[in-house]
């Protein structure tokens, strides 16, 4: 479907992205994790050509994207922000949409539209945040892409309006088999909707992984001691997700045994295990790289 090919990219003189590769399968949500500042909106902009990588090829269907332009029309990019809208109402965008994309289904753009209640007559940047983008996702949409990078599409909207975000993406996918690669700081939202996952850091992508599978490798850990043992935890470098007093909550990869051995051999009174959530792990991989 979307290959991307050892893409390097610098800015300014700062290398953000090296040798980055995967392999997008089709109708497959897949999410795109990382500390802000990692390189994510910078991966999809190469991807979509809005900025040129200095190295590597973007593939669609095994068809360079650089070479081979149109090919473009396929593969749309949502933004955080869509400035372009702006002085636009919905039904100026709608007919703006039919002369670039040739595929845009107006029937289907309606019919959601009508379904949330978006105005139709109002310009785009006098909506409320939520109302942005709803009426952004329903336009991509409505391109009838096959594959559809969203950059952090629920950050900044209420509880309801997310909702209604996600099942839109889950329904498109079901219905039409599209592609989906997603960023966003909302690691339930990625939790709940996602197949697959991977982490970017120190400019490349490690740990391309099935979100459940992830979450299998990881092992939270209820703790109680007599004394205080903060210090030494955090010296040993294992991530501490909670502490009050003498009980702590940390994470721990199943198979790291010497941090396994290390914490029962300060003789816990107390040792339970639960199952981890997206959230927690991506804190035991970025959290322990901070300065305490």
Same mark, same amino acid.
């Given at each position: 479907?979307?290959?991307?090919?050892?893409?390097?990219?610098?800015?300014?003189? !700062?290398?953000?992205?090296? =040798?980055?590769?995967?392999?997008? /399968?089709?109708?497959?949500?897949?999410?795109?994790?990382?500390?802000?500042?990692?390189?994510?909106?910078?991966?999809?902009?190469?991807?979509?050509?809005?900025?040129?990588?200095?190295?590597g090829d973007i593939l669609f269907e095994n068809v360079s994207i650089s070479k081979h332009p149109l090919v473009k029309r396929k593969v749309i990019y949502m933004p955080v922000q869509t400035l372009f809208y702006d002085r636009y109402t919905y039904k100026q965008l709608v007919r703006i949409m039919r002369? !670039?994309?040739?595929?845009? =289904?107006?029937?289907?753009?309606? /019919?959601?539209?009508n379904r949330y209640g978006l105005p139709e007559t109002k310009k785009y940047r006098d909506l409320s945040t939520g109302l942005k983008k709803q009426m952004a996702l329903i336009l991509a949409f409505a391109v009838r892409p096959a594959v559809i990078m969203l950059d952090e599409p629920t950050d900044g909207i209420d509880a309801v309006t997310r909702h209604d975000?996600?099942?839109?993406?889950?329904?498109e996918v079901a219905n039409h088999d599209t592609t989906i690669l997603i960023t966003s700081h909302r690691l339930e939202d990625i939790e709940r909707i996602c197949n697959r996952i991977a982490f970017l850091e120190e400019k490349?992508?490690?740990?391309?992984?099935?979100?459940?599978?992830?979450?299998?490798?990881?092992?939270?850990i209820q703790l109680a001691f007599e004394e205080d043992v903060h210090l030494k935890i955090r010296e040993k470098g294992i991530p501490i997700l909670e502490v009050s007093g003498v009980f702590y909550t940390v994470i721990v990869k199943r198979d790291d045994e010497?941090?396994?051995?290390?914490?029962?051999?300060?003789?816990?009174?107390?040792?339970?295990?639960l199952p981890a959530n997206l959230e927690e792990v991506f804190i035991a991989k970025f959290g322990g790289k901070r300065r305490w």
């Open positions: 479907m979307l290959e991307i090919k050892n893409l390097t990219k610098s800015l300014d003189g !700062i290398e953000l992205l090296k =040798d980055i590769n995967l392999k997008l /399968e089709p109708g497959e949500i897949f999410g795109l994790l990382g500390r802000n500042g990692s390189g994510k909106t910078t991966l999809l902009r190469c991807i979509q050509m809005i900025i040129q990588a200095d190295e002369n !670039i994309y040739p595929d845009f =289904d107006v029937t289907y753009a309606n /019919e959601l539209v975000l996600m099942q839109l993406m889950i329904d490349n992508l490690s740990n391309v992984l099935d979100v459940e599978g992830l979450k299998e490798d990881y092992a939270k010497k941090s396994l051995e290390w914490l029962r051999a300060l003789k816990p009174k107390i040792w339970n295990e």
